[in-house]
């Protein structure tokens, strides 16, 4: 099983949005819980959080917290390339 970490919040787009309902601290301290939990269990972690930290400028939809195409390409690469690099460990084809 592969764990992975929820994404990046920009909470200035997302709190000009409404009331904001995710805050930046809250996704950090969630997936500080669900990596603890998750390799207590064993999973692998693939730390999508952390991978777009930093680069998400112009990968938002302007809700602050959905990702536009471009977006959702680069988290479909980070994934497929976990799951590609546990399945060359393992020797799964």
Same mark, same amino acid.
């Given at each position: ?14 709190? +000009?949005?409404? !009331? @904001? ?10 997936? %500080?819980?669900?990596?603890?939990? /998750? $390799? ?17 400028? +112009?990968?938002? !939809? @302007? ?10 390409? %680069?988290?479909?690469?980070?994934? /497929? $390339? ?12």
């Amino acid at each position: 099983m592969i764990w992975a970490t929820s994404t990046p919040v920009d909470e200035s787009l997302h709190g +000009g949005i409404d !009331m @904001p309902r995710w805050h930046a601290s809250d996704v950090v301290t969630y997936n %500080l819980l669900s990596v603890e939990l /998750a $390799t207590e269990y064993g999973f692998r972690i693939n730390d999508i959080h952390g991978r777009l930290s930093g680069a998400t400028q +112009g990968l938002f !939809m @302007p809700d602050g917290v959905h990702f536009n195409h471009a977006g959702s390409q %680069l988290i479909g690469h980070h994934i /497929a $390339t976990a799951i590609q690099q546990v399945a060359r460990r393992e020797n799964i084809r």
